[in-house]
């Protein structure tokens, strides 16, 4: 199976989840379910409602309370997974993964703005696994953090170059089979530098 990478945009990646970007939010429409305001007596602006940090462990069958947390994942280029070309990549997809009780943000910190930096691979799907009809990827810059719905499958992170530390949040009650669940996915994942 071999997909094209198109650029992280809200309305693409709304059946996976939602985006945290202040370019994207900040150029929505009236009617958006994000409003700005002001905020800090007048020297911020606040993005209100991106997402939502859900956590539904109430309904895993081992009944351990779980908590919400955050981590720093430091990630690092797939080293072998990654083939370059002049103008285009291929990352050898080899996994996906699902969080069935809680949602998942991925925050990039310290890169550029504008940098096209890592791949978000995701996918919908069930118990049974990951629909191939609806794999989906994108191109993600240093400004755009995303935030997996609860039980979407998707890649582990994929850093196209360098290393990227991610802000990562969480639900999660130390019964490791109700936190995450891996499936074996093969895909190659084509995507503009």
Request: overall charge negative; charged content about 15%; proline content about 6%.
């Amino acid at each position: 199976m071999k997909i094209t990478a198109s650029e992280l945009r809200p309305e693409a990646f709304s059946p996976f989840g939602t985006i945290l970007s202040s370019a994207h939010q900040l150029q929505s429409s009236p009617e958006s379910e994000s409003p700005v305001v002001s905020a800090n007596y007048g020297t911020a602006t606040k993005i209100v409602g991106l997402s939502k940090a859900v956590n539904d462990f109430d309904h895993a069958p081992s009944g351990q309370r779980a908590t919400v947390n955050w981590h720093i994942f430091r990630c690092k280029k797939a080293i072998g997974n990654i083939k370059d070309a002049q103008t285009s990549s291929v990352y050898n997809l080899k996994v996906l993964e699902k969080h069935p009780y809680s949602t998942q943000t991925f925050m990039p910190m310290g890169r550029l703005p504008s940098e096209v930096c890592f791949l978000v691979i995701v996918a919908l799907g069930g118990d049974e696994g990951p629909d191939p009809s609806t794999l989906a990827a994108f191109t993600c810059t240093g400004a755009q953090a995303v935030t997996y719905g609860v039980g979407v499958w998707h890649a582990p992170m994929v850093v196209i170059d360098g290393v990227i530390d991610f802000g990562v949040l969480v639900a999660e009650n130390g019964v490791p089979a109700e936190e995450c669940v891996e499936v074996d996915f093969l895909a190659e994942i084509e995507y503009a530098i």
